[in-house]
């Protein structure tokens, strides 16, 4: 009981993670942030162990969004598989909303489509794939 609580918990977290990641995305491209400031701004919200990371690269790697994204997500392990298994076995928790719920398949099914390197801007299909998520929950 215990250890599912535990998993429980470690997944909300990392599911608020993935959100915040997502929602930092989006605002870089709606009010196109320059490169060089990217890493800066998403520093306050990393945590311990991303910002030992951090501390690791180099100083051209470092100022480098792209790079520091790529290493936070090879060093947490969140590649194209992890996040399919992660789609795949998603459960909506007891004090969950169903808006909540969507929320998260769509976040990570984001995820998954850009750990595979599609460009798909289209919100329909998105929507579409997520709701086929939910169905089978």
Do not use: W
């Amino acid at each position: 009981m215990r250890r599912e609580q535990f998993e429980m918990e470690r997944e909300r977290i990392e599911m608020q993670r993935q959100e915040m990641t997502m929602k930092q995305e989006e605002m870089n491209r709606n009010y196109e942030v320059p490169n060089s400031l990217k890493v800066d701004l998403m520093q306050p919200y990393l945590n311990y162990k991303a910002k030992t990371l951090l501390s690791r690269l180099r100083p051209t790697e470092i100022v480098d969004y792209e790079c520091v994204k790529n290493g936070l997500l090879r060093e947490f392990q969140l590649d194209a598989q992890s996040y399919l298994h992660k789609f795949n076995t998603i459960t909506k928790q007891d004090n969950e909303t169903y808006l909540s719920f969507a929320g998260r398949v769509k976040a990570l099914l984001l995820h998954y489509i850009e750990s595979r390197h599609v460009k798909t801007n289209n919100d329909q299909l998105l929507d579409l794939l997520g709701v086929i998520g939910l169905k089978q929950v």
